[in-house]
């Protein structure tokens, strides 16, 4: 008789079940409240600035001795410098991801991605580091600026830095599409761009979608390589729009004061709610591609 | 109009097609996969109306050289071939510059169904997708491609449903519908009733015996009494070589070669 087949068998089965549901639900559990742990800090920390008189939160000036912590310079430059990186990293990486997942050589996709993944293992000071030495000194050149560290500067660098990150997350959406798709589609009659348009697309572009938020979430907290190239300007640029000035991130903005400031001063408040609204920005952006790019049967 | 009159006139046979006698011809033609040879040296012409069944035993090479006739196969990394195929007496390679011409005239229905993950209505037009047709025409042709491959009555009222919510039978019958309101000269099916009710099966052989009076077809079937029923000309496959090829009278008669007679009436291959 053999013995595996004893009565017990399926209660040792859900037995271990029940363990493993219990190990997701104190994971789940864990990250739900690191979040909310972060999110009561922040609005803790921020309320001596929000209950602070004449504070300007919403004011342009930013000035810690006369009490002026005017954020929007800085969340204008965030959002300046994501918008420039994206609209370098985006069409470059889609296309190049493209080109890559749908080529034939199974050998040189292996060669692209295996440089691409380590590209994206490079810390963020070496890109940094590049962007002072290289990158700065180009658009002082090509634009006829005394100084590189401008904001196209930063959004240069920053593209470049999540270029890999979203062509490899991009690329790996594209080529999870079964071929028999592809061979299904071609056999049809249709155009490589209409497959890729028609029957590919529609299926990865979840997953671009994800990538383009973890690119975009880079972009938004990289701190350190935008800090050297950026300028560190606490002004709109003028006229606003103006690529060419220097600016200054929120992140960059705390790269640099968040030491020199005291623990619970007004100063400090500031810098703590910038990063509250940087966290409101990830989680908007988050909400808003779940949204658009949830998986319904009309739209997929 | 624009709708398909596949069952009617054989209008969209170009007149370079008519001057061909054959539908199809491989000269020494060897498929490989890497360096290993599947299918070597093999001579063949199908006549430009008529259905061919392609019989064999399991990995002869049956789907291999279905899938050179349109170059889906060029989208297997390893795949090569050498030897010269011609379709409607162009040659496949040198003849057809732009590929999608090729695969628009010879249509085909894969060994497994693979519906697109949209409704049923936008997978069979989604060979249509660059002419500019009506809502009217659009709806046509849909339901008379349905009808074709008799899944009009089980889907009529769900056009807009998913395809792949659809059992696997009629997820193949769609991948058929879906060839044939292309109006293709060449038709590949690969064992296209595998997975269907013998029902369905049997409207689909009636199907494609009524087509193969205006076009070739070229069937792979595992069903020998499907290839008895719906065939004019039987190929016999073993190992990457014709055993031997003939008419259906021929290969179905006591006049065929030993080996076949073994193959067709004790499913067995000792090549
Ligand atoms: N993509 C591929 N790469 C490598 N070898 C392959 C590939 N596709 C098929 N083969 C090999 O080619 C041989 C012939 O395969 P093929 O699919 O043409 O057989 P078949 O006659 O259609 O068989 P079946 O009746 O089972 O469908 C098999 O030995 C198979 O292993
Ligand atoms: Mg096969």
Request: glycine content about 8%; proline content about 4%; hydrophobic content about 45%.
């Amino acid at each position: 008789m053999s013995r595996s087949l004893s009565p017990t068998w399926p209660n040792r089965i859900f037995g271990k079940l029940k363990g493993l549901q219990i190990y997701a639900l104190i994971s789940a559990a864990l990250s739900l409240s690191i979040v909310l742990t972060i999110i009561v800090t922040l609005f803790v920390q921020s309320g001596p600035v929000l209950l602070a008189e004449n504070s300007g939160l919403m004011s342009t000036s930013w000035n810690p001795d006369k009490g002026q912590f005017g954020v929007l310079p800085m969340l204008f430059g965030s959002v300046f410098v994501m918008i420039i990186a994206v609209s370098v990293a985006f069409p470059l990486g889609l296309l190049a991801a493209v080109y890559i997942a749908e080529t034939r050589s199974s050998r040189l996709r292996r060669l692209i991605k295996f440089f691409l993944e380590m590209l994206v293992g490079i810390p963020s000071i070496v890109y940094g580091l590049i962007g002072v030495a290289h990158l700065n000194i180009w658009v002082a050149d090509i634009f006829d600026l005394q100084s590189g560290r401008v904001i196209l500067t930063a959004g240069i660098l920053l593209g470049i830095m999540i270029l890999p990150t979203f062509l490899t997350l991009t690329e790996d959406a594209i080529s999870a599409i079964p071929t028999k798709f592809r061979e299904n589609a071609k056999s049809l009659g249709l155009y490589r761009h209409e497959v890729f348009f028609s029957v590919i697309l529609p299926q990865a572009k979840t997953g671009i979608a994800g990538a383009g938020l973890l690119a975009l979430g880079r972009a938004l907290g990289e701190t350190m390589a935008v800090m050297l190239v950026i300028g560190s300007l606490d002004r709109l640029p003028s006229p606003l729009f103006n690529p060419l000035s220097s600016g200054q991130t929120i992140t960059s903005k705390l790269g640099r004061e968040v030491a020199e400031s005291a623990f619970g001063s007004v100063h400090f408040s500031a810098l703590v709610f910038m990063s509250l609204i940087l966290v409101s920005i990830t989680v908007i952006l988050t909400i808003t591609s779940r949204y658009l790019f949830r998986k319904t049967p009309e739209n997929v | 109009m624009n709708i398909p009159n596949l069952l009617l006139v054989s209008s969209n046979q170009s007149s370079d097609v008519d001057v061909q006698s054959h539908s199809i011809r491989l000269d020494g033609f060897s498929a490989y996969y890497g360096k290993n040879c599947i299918v070597s040296d093999i001579n063949l012409k199908l006549p430009i109306k008529g259905v061919t069944c392609l019989v064999g035993p399991s990995g002869a090479g049956k789907s291999t050289i279905l899938r050179w006739l349109n170059r889906i196969n060029e989208e297997t990394e390893s795949a090569s071939f050498s030897g010269t195929v011609k379709v409607l007496g162009r040659d496949i390679m040198s003849g057809y510059p732009d590929v999608t011409e090729l695969r628009r005239r010879v249509g085909m229905v894969f060994q497994q169904p693979c519906v697109f993950p949209c409704s049923i209505y936008d997978n069979i037009l989604m060979g249509l997708r660059t002419q500019k047709l009506s809502k009217a025409q659009a709806r046509d042709i849909v339901e008379h491609g349905l009808k074709l491959a008799s899944l009009w009555d089980e889907v009529s009222n769900r056009l807009e449903g998913r395809a792949d919510s659809l059992s696997l039978g009629q997820q193949q019958r769609l991948c058929l519908a879906r060839a044939l309101v292309l109006e293709p000269d060449v038709l590949l099916l690969d064992e296209p009733t595998a997975s269907i009710d013998p029902i369905s099966s049997h409207a689909i052989e009636e199907l494609v015996i009524s087509l193969g009076r205006k076009i070739s077809i070229v069937m792979v079937t595992h069903n020998i009494g499907q290839a008895k029923r719906i065939s004019d000309h039987v190929v016999f496959l073993c190992d990457g070589k014709i055993v031997e090829q003939g008419t259906r009278a021929h290969m179905f008669s006591p006049r065929c070669s030993a080996k076949t007679k073994t193959y067709i009436t004790e499913d067995f291959c000792d090549c």
